[in-house]
């Protein structure tokens, strides 16, 4: 198998930042959370126990493409691409759709409290 580069792994990752655009667009923003979750693989929430004694959802991430390569993004704003040996972390920087993953993330929280 023939190894896989960091520029190909940075244009997987800005692939996904531009699908994220994509549904951060949408007029119904309920409905493009729910479009969004459905197109996910698996979700994963990291949670801390506060001070408060109560459990705080740090951030969820979702599995979006597994066996080459993999993708897992989370609503902390990073994106995750690895392939084989080769692995790449890429920080999203649009407000946009950080504003749009930070809703994903209330969505969560409010159906799974």
Avoid: C, H
């Avoid at 609503?75 to 946009?96: F, R």
């Amino acid at each position: 198998m023939e190894e896989i580069t960091e520029a190909e792994l940075y244009k997987y990752a800005e692939s996904e930042e531009t699908a994220l655009k994509e549904f951060a667009r949408r007029e119904n923003r309920e409905e493009a959370i729910i479009n969004f979750l459905e197109n996910v693989t698996e979700i994963r929430r990291e949670q801390t126990f506060n001070s408060s004694g109560k459990w705080e959802t740090v951030r969820y991430s979702f599995l979006v493409t597994y066996g080459g390569p993999n993708i897992l993004l989370s609503t902390d704003g990073t994106i995750k691409v690895a392939w084989g040996s080769n692995n790449l972390n890429y920080i999203i920087n649009d407000k946009e759709v950080l504003n749009f993953l930070n809703d994903v993330e209330d969505y969560l929280n409010q159906a799974f409290p």
